[in-house]
């Protein structure tokens, strides 16, 4: 299948240009994009062909787009075929952008990975998720502080990135006069790295962000030779010191998990945290049910804002041997991009897709992989962030509303969201932390149409 049967995707058929390897698709209204991800669904074919655009600088073969949930789950659940070595992410990555990621989680496969994976997940124990329930807690209570004193009108910077990015910090145990250095950092590499970046950045010549990268990694593997020598609780030391089997990082490899955590765990959850305020406030009849008993509807609140948005829209793979699924035969070395987005508004799996209820039972989304070895590891706490967030936010700041559309960074990556603009309507509490029940609903006037 070519670029121009997808231009029938484009609502009205009109014989535009577009296709989902072209950047500018990546530019298109969320609405559109949607239509066109529902069109290539119902194709026969089952598996959509996406050429690369022709390019003497980088010379790429196109990629398959699976865009039905049958065919992501299966593909990530069948990882000897379906392999993330070399890489996971579409456009591929530059090389200076592989040198520093290389040896990620998300880019190796088979026993390489599940070594990898067992020493990261000592993030992730119990013993330190128990600890951390209580830190992502108290940094709720703290923005919420800041949010009533200062009132600010840019929800992202003020709210939705500082709550991840606080919480990792405290987990990985970076020191409070290390963080601003790293934000900084973090926010220049941000502007132009080609991992998760627009598709349009691939061109970019990397200067800033390589070095800021480099500077963050460099400036985390000399916390872990110092915690090497004299070990804390924090989980630097637990990463870099031996466990009974022996295993730890080393320092390049801890400066690579870092860097993946500030992508996968802060950049994904700043954007779940700022599409659900978004989404609240342009339904609020589903907002006025969260804040009649939150405790019982903020576990499906968090799911569907993550169906919803789906912060990541796609991660790819590449085939180890000729394979034959759902009727479409692959070829061994064949790319195919598995589409979250599209297969999170699969027709087939979730009644009336475009709808936003947190009510949806069940909500089997993909918005944290589609299941297999590399799903997502921080699913547990970016819940615990997102409920804790919202509980303190609707309790104590009951007339937060978005008062405009998101302003969204184009990317085939990522559904990032650059700024989120905001006001009060009535009064905050001004004090303590979220209880069960909330009460008082703001932010219904805010007169946006659309799903
Ligand atoms: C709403 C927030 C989040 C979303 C939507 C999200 C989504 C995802 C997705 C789609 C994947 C790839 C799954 C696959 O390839 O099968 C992934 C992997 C990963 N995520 Fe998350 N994530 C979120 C939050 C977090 C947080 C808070 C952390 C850590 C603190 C985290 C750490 C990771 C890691 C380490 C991986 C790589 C796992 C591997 O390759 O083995 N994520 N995430």
Redesign the pocket.
């Known amino acids: 299948m070519t670029a121009l049967a997808h231009q029938a995707a484009i609502p009205g058929g009109q014989p535009r240009r577009r296709d989902l390897g072209d950047p500018s698709f990546w530019e298109l209204p969320h609405s559109e994009r949607a239509q066109a991800f529902a069109f290539l669904r119902r194709l026969d074919e089952p598996q959509y062909f996406v050429e690369r655009p022709k390019s003497k600088w980088r010379p790429e073969r196109g990629f398959h787009a699976l865009v039905k949930h049958a065919d992501v789950v299966e593909a990530?659940r069948t990882p000897q075929v379906f392999a993330?070595a070399p890489g996971?992410t579409t456009p591929e990555p530059a090389r200076w952008v592989r040198a520093l990621f290389g040896d990620s989680?998300?880019n190796v496969d088979g026993p390489h990975?599940t070594q990898l994976?067992r020493i990261?997940s000592r993030?992730f124990t119990p013993r330190i998720l128990s600890r951390t329930e209580a830190d992502i807690g108290a940094v709720a209570t703290r923005i919420v502080d800041d949010v009533l004193a200062e009132r600010p009108d840019d929800f992202v910077g003020a709210v939705a990135s500082r709550m991840?990015f606080e919480v990792?910090c405290n987990l990985m145990g970076i020191p409070d006069r290390e963080r601003p250095a790293i934000l900084a950092q973090v926010n220049r590499a941000s502007g132009d790295t080609g991992v998760h970046r627009s598709a349009r950045s691939r061109f970019r010549v990397p200067g800033k962000g390589l070095r800021a990268l480099a500077s963050m990694q460099g400036m985390v593997a000399d916390l872990g030779r110092e915690r090497r020598k004299n070990p804390t609780d924090d989980l630097i030391s637990a990463l870099v010191n031996a466990d009974i089997d022996g295993q730890a990082l080393t320092g390049r490899q801890l400066g690579s998990f870092f860097s993946?955590?500030m992508v996968?765990?802060v950049e994904?959850?700043r954007n779940?945290i700022a599409h659900g305020l978004d989404l609240l406030t342009r339904h609020p009849e589903q907002r006025a049910l969260l804040v009649e008993d939150f405790d019982r509807f903020a576990e499906g609140a968090t799911e569907e804002i993550?169906r919803h948005s789906t912060?990541?829209i796609q991660?790819r793979r590449t085939l180890t041997q000729d394979h034959r699924m759902n009727g479409h035969d692959f070829r061994r070395g064949d790319k195919v991009v598995l589409f979250?987005a599209s297969a999170n508004r699969d027709e087939t799996v979730f009644p009336d897709p475009d709808a936003f209820d947190i009510t949806r039972t069940p909500n089997p989304h993909v918005?944290?992989?589609?299941g297999?070895?590399?799903?997502?590891?921080?699913?547990y706490?970016?819940k615990q962030?997102m409920k804790a967030l919202f509980r303190e936010l609707l309790t104590r700041s009951p007339g937060l509303h978005a008062t405009e559309a998101p302003v969204l960074v184009p990317s085939s990556f990522d559904n990032r969201v650059r700024s989120l603009r905001c006001a009060y309507t009535g009064t905050g509490t001004g004090t303590g932390t979220g209880t069960g029940t909330l009460a008082g609903d703001g932010g219904q006037d805010h007169a946006r149409g659309g799903a």
């Open positions: 990530s993330s996971a989680l998300v990975h994976r990261v993030a991840p990792i993946l955590l996968a765990g994904t959850t779940a993550v912060p990541i991660f979250y918005g944290y992989g589609g297999g070895p590399h799903y997502c590891l921080g699913t706490l970016a962030e």
